[in-house]
């Protein structure tokens, strides 16, 4: 038993070796091994070193090479695939760009939850009025984008809109708007978005933004309720220093030295305007006063909401349009309610008047609304938007961007 030769058997390292080697990837002084290796696998190997080809592998030595013949045609594989696809499809952009630490991707992807992702649906028609406010959005948001040509060197589109207000005069919506109608990022910032308790984390916030908006470029910010954010720094001494350096950190962001050439547009509103910070104000460059709507925005809306239905009484939209005067479009939109509400609140005595109980299909329809139903939601609802309108106006002239026709 002794003298008996042993059998060599290749291990998968082996195979891997013999295969680098055959191919270069190896040494030439480990050559030698290799020899070894490709004889003991074609026979069987004597005391003396001679070797018998005619002997058969076992089941073991097949497993083992086809185990490596499946590796190596995997590889192959995996590359030359790796290689077409890159010569066939455009590689798609991440959703996060490459940041140095993880701590900043993690914010990143908590500020990625802001994104609109739907439409809200909104259009331009939707929005009745304001067409000086749709205007200069569409030139800041739309066209730099349909005809990149022309806006270049003193025609860079407009870096940011302000729009302010009474509230509940469409400032949201044409936000909405600008989510639904340009193909831009959108991302929907509010302070809650920006504003940490950990000390540092705010700035960070506000740069891991602004890189994101310059990642998905062309894109658009939202800052709703901007007062909030960055109020006039240092008065009375009473400002927190963290709340000072989140502020800085979104004036350098938006106007500094990492200014880049990406189509980032801010779009700010407030309701609040005197009470902005003067370099905001700056870097704001169009400033645009959203008022109260006027007789024909409010003619318009009342058709729209209450349209007049065949069978039933005119409704007066003239003595609508004279009474609603000082209301915006939030309160409109409330009077029309109260009046849509009034045959509803008619039928609902009816039913419950009668005690029994009717299925979903045999339910009645609402009645019309009368002009009676008008004059009693004119009077139950009154205007929440016309107590500071002068205010408005003196910071428009102050400030605002006037169109000259």
Not at 36 to 53: A, H, Q, T
Request: glycine share 6%.
């Amino acid at each position: 038993m002794g003298d008996e030769p042993l059998l060599t058997r290749w291990s998968f390292e082996d195979f891997e070796f013999n295969y680098d080697v055959k191919f270069g990837i190896k040494r030439a002084a480990d050559q030698d091994r290799a020899i070894d290796l490709e004889s003991s696998s074609n026979g069987r190997v004597s005391s003396n070193g001679s070797v018998n080809y005619n002997y058969k592998k076992n089941a073991a030595d097949l497993a083992i090479y086809e185990q490596f013949q499946q590796q190596k045609d995997k590889k192959t594989e995996v590359r030359s695939r790796s290689i077409s696809d890159t010569d066939d499809e455009v590689p798609q952009k991440s959703l996060i760009p490459p940041f140095e630490s993880a701590e900043m991707r993690n914010l990143a992807e908590a500020l990625s939850r802001d994104i609109v992702r739907g439409s809200p649906d909104v259009k331009w028609e939707s929005i009745k009025g304001l067409e000086n406010a749709k205007r200069l959005l569409k030139e800041a948001v739309v066209m730099p984008i349909k005809y990149p040509k022309y806006f270049t060197g003193l025609l860079s589109p407009w870096k940011g809109i302000l729009l302010f207000g009474p509230p509940g005069t469409g400032k949201t919506m044409l936000a909405k708007a600008v989510a639904t109608e340009c193909k831009t990022t959108f991302f929907n910032i509010s302070a809650s978005s920006i504003v940490s308790k950990w000390r540092g984390d705010s700035e960070k916030l506000v740069k891991v933004l602004f890189e994101l908006a310059r990642h998905h470029a062309p894109s658009t910010i939202f800052l709703d309720e901007i007062d909030a954010i960055i109020s006039q720094r240092g008065e009375a001494r009473s400002e927190h220093e963290a709340s000072r350096r989140l502020k800085t950190e979104l004036l350098i962001q938006m106007d500094g030295l990492t200014k880049t050439d990406e189509l980032v547009f801010v779009l700010a509103a407030t309701n609040l305007p005197w009470e902005l910070d003067a370099a905001m104000l700056r870097r704001l460059e169009k400033r645009i006063l959203v008022p109260l709507p006027e007789p024909e925005a409010r003619q318009a809306m009342f058709e729209e909401l209450l349209p007049s239905k065949s069978g039933g009484s005119d409704i007066p939209y003239d003595v609508l349009v004279e009474r609603s005067e000082g209301y915006s479009g939030s309160d409109i939109r409330l009077v029309c309610k109260e009046a849509a509400m009034q045959p509803l609140r008619r039928l609902m005595h009816t039913l419950e008047s009668r005690g029994e109980h009717v299925t979903e299909d045999e339910l009645p329809e609402v009645g019309v609304v009368t002009p009676d139903d008008v004059e009693l939601a004119l009077r139950n609802t009154r205007p929440s938007a016309h107590l500071h309108a002068h205010r408005y106006e003196q910071f428009n002239q102050d400030y605002g961007s006037h169109v000259i026709k």
